[in-house]
């Protein structure tokens, strides 16, 4: 059974900067591509950044040199670190792996950028 949990949401100026983590449970967690999504009200969900099993990572160019996503296998846990906030990065957020073929998320974690 795959679970993920975010955390770290929450309300912060233009400017600011905030740090989500998302807690995975099971073994695949070593070997699974994790990725954050975003979805803001009334538009589609998109890809914020991915890091496969070895690091690699890639982020939507909206968000290139200001958020960063890393990941500590040690703890089942990845991480996304905002920084430069703006209005626009104002979504829910929502990890997401892959797993035999089926997609899992998280429930999602808000967050409101004020200018």
């Known amino acids: 059974q795959v679970q993920l949990v975010e955390s770290g949401g929450g309300l912060v100026q233009a400017g600011g900067s905030l740090r989500l983590s998302c807690a995975a449970s099971?073994?695949?967690?070593?070997?699974?591509?994790m990725a954050w999504y975003r979805q803001a009200p009334g538009k589609q969900r998109e890809l914020v950044a991915s890091i496969t099993s070895g690091g690699s990572t890639n982020y939507a160019d909206s968000v290139k040199g200001r958020f960063t996503i890393s990941r500590y296998n040690a703890k089942n846990t990845v991480y996304l670190q905002m920084n430069s906030l703006k209005p626009e990065d104002t979504a829910v957020y929502y990890c997401?792996?892959?797993?035999?073929?089926?997609?899992?998320w998280g429930k999602g974690t808000l967050v409101t950028v004020s200018s």
């Open positions: 997401w792996t892959m797993l035999l073929g089926v997609n899992y």
């Open positions: 099971g073994s695949f967690f070593r070997v699974n591509t």
